[in-house]
């Protein structure tokens, strides 16, 4: 299947690496580690500058699900829209039309959790969603490969356990899966093998329940000491004007004709941090909107953010400059060119994109959190030629950089390594301390539970 001897590129080296048919792998690596590089070369777009030997399959046979694949997708479907010719909202492509036509009674669509989204467009699934069809059209395409990156993220407890044994059953059906972790934790118990790669250097650990595994990947993942000082412009919410950040009254969201949630009560006082958690579906991510004005619905809706109530003709611009946001919806939106400084200082000017002259205070400011997220080095760096994580990890920075009144973090987490998971969590437990942001934490995992929240909204 795979056959690798001394391959050299700068920015990957493979010494030996051997995949026999029915064998299934993790390769485990940290954020900007190389990963995507590795992905290239299995899909024949990453030649070797020397090597001994390379066997790979054909390329049409190989199957890549990743959040850049994903992106690549709801690009392609913006550009395709015509909503704004046809005065009629443009769903785009329908799931059921990514397959093939007699597949679409398959039992692992079922499976998969996707039988009744195959009318829905593309851009109207989750995260999830949109990575499992993915997933379905590389199988009935007949891949011999099927790479997988984070397939975990953003998944339920239940999402993952179900799609964890459908890719057991995939291993199993014959097709070789390959899994792209961020975190050891996602590992599967039915993975054969395990490797990592660092800066490039990808090495063959072994199998995963062999002591000498464990004892590597506790090394190569051991904590790193924080000693970077925490930015300058972190202050005290002091005396805030309103009883509560957010006051929602019988809330109800519903889109043709289907209930999303309803009579739903929701309120935020200033500093009383709050965890959101539910399955897929349940409506976190159409709340976190409702708050934040994204969703249109919140002018039907009894809803008070930050002093203002909802339709009284406040500008979504008014409440933005107080809210820091991270989201998955915001990660897709942010396609336009720019370099990194330009990206983390854009959170100041609630944009996306940088359109003006940023003040010499700012900057310094954006700067400082990008030497705390360990990524001054790459200040200039194209935002869009960074790895999945690293671009999370600088949209968490565009967040911070204000020191906003109210923190929205819908799955922050997402595409992170957990070296790099652990410091946003720590980021945190520091700003709870500061006590000025109140936060708002949409989180499958459970151990971003932290007991800081001090109350726990479940839909």
């Known amino acids: 299947m795979i056959t690798i001897t001394n391959f050299e590129h700068p920015q990957l080296t493979i010494k030996n690496w051997q995949v026999v048919t029915n064998e299934s792998w993790c390769v485990l690596g940290k954020n900007g580690s190389g990963k995507q590089y590795l992905d290239q070369l299995l899909t024949g777009d990453l030649s070797p500058e020397s090597v001994a030997s390379l066997s790979l399959p054909s390329a049409d046979k190989v199957g890549m699900v990743s959040f850049e694949s994903q992106q690549a997708v709801y690009e392609h479907e913006l550009k ?18 990514f397959l093939p036509a007699d597949k679409h009674n398959d039992a692992l669509i079922t499976e998969l959790g996707l ?110 000491p924080d000693d970077v000082s925490w930015p300058t412009n972190m202050q005290e919410l002091c005396d805030y004007p309103h009883p509560y950040l957010v006051k929602l009254n019988k809330g109800k969201v519903q889109y043709q004709g289907v209930s999303v949630f309803e009579d739903l009560d929701v309120s935020i006082k200033p500093l009383q941090h709050t965890l959101i958690t539910g399955g897929n579906g349940s409506g976190k991510s159409t709340l976190m909107q409702l708050i934040t004005g994204d969703c249109p619905q919140c002018y039907s809706n009894d809803l008070h953010v930050l002093g203002f109530k909802r339709g009284s003709g406040e500008s979504i611009w008014e409440l933005k400059k107080d809210m820091g946001i991270v989201s998955a919806e915001l990660h897709r939106q942010y396609r336009v060119n720019g370099d990194l400084l330009s990206v983390v200082l854009s959170g100041f000017y ?49 967040a911070l950089v204000k020191s906003p009144y109210l923190l929205i973090l819908d799955e922050p987490t997402q595409g992170l390594d957990e070296l790099n998971r652990h410091r946003v969590l720590n980021f945190l437990e520091h700003l709870a301390e500061q006590k000025h942001s109140t936060m708002l934490l949409v989180s499958h995992r459970k151990d971003e539970h932290l007991p800081i929240f001090q109350q726990h909204i479940k839909l």
């Open 115 to 224: 039988s009744h989204r195959l009318e829905s467009g593309y851009r109207q699934l989750s995260t999830g969603e949109g990575r499992k069809l993915l997933m379905l059209q590389a199988i009935f395409n007949g891949v011999e490969l099927l790479v997988c990156d984070n397939p975990f993220d953003s998944l339920d407890e239940a999402s993952c356990i179900a799609l964890s044994s459908a890719l057991e059953n995939i291993a199993k059906s014959g097709i070789n899966v390959l899994l792209m972790l961020n975190n050891r934790q996602d590992i599967p118990s039915w993975c054969n093998k395990v490797a990592f790669i660092e800066r490039g250097q990808f090495e063959v650990l072994g199998k995963l329940e062999n002591d000498e595994t464990k004892r590597q990947l506790d090394a190569l993942l051991a904590p790193v």
């Open 350 to 398: 609630d944009s996306i994109g940088l359109y003006q002259q940023a003040e010499q205070d700012k900057i310094a400011i954006a700067q400082q959190w990008l030497n705390k997220i360990g990524m001054l080095a790459h200040q200039h760096s194209s935002f869009r030629s960074l790895s999945y994580g690293e671009q999370r990890l600088a949209l968490i920075a565009r």
């Open 80 to 97: 395709m829209d015509c909503s704004d010719y046809t005065h009629a909202n443009d769903i785009g492509t329908k799931a059921k039309d």
